[in-house]
């Protein structure tokens, strides 16, 4: 028998659809809080409401996997070939290349600031 959802709650398509993106199957959604894996496939089933908490916690791990993708993740890699350009590592800075190119990589000169 399925129980009836609250607006506030979950229904089984939005808490699957929820792990889904965050690439989580239910066996991770249980080990992540605890729980029985049962339990939490009575809410993926809708045997059982999910409780608020759940509906929060999905909320967060989801928004945390936003600000991932927008701020932490690399690039997407590009299928086009590089350049010779976009391939040649960037020039040191000048300093760094004055040194480099007078031989005296590891002399301290004090006199610079």
Do not use: C, I
């Not at 028998?1 to 939005?14: C, F, G, K, V, W």
């Not at 089933?45 to 509906?55: E, H, R």
Request: aromatic share 6%; net charge negative; hydrophobic share 40%.
């Amino acid at each position: 028998m399925r129980r009836t959802t609250t607006e506030s709650t979950l229904t089984p398509e939005q808490f699957n659809a929820a792990l889904a993106d965050l690439g989580w199957k239910q066996t991770d959604f249980a080990r992540k809080t605890g729980l029985s894996l049962s339990a939490v496939n009575r809410w993926a089933t809708g045997l059982a409401p999910a409780p608020l908490w759940a509906t929060a916690y999905l909320g967060a791990m989801l928004d945390l996997a936003a600000l991932h993708r927008k701020y932490l993740a690399p690039p997407p890699s590009s299928s086009r070939p590089l350049s010779a350009a976009e391939e040649a590592p960037e020039a040191p800075p000048a300093r760094l290349a004055h040194h480099l190119e007078n031989g005296d990589e590891h002399e301290n000169d004090a006199n610079e600031p």
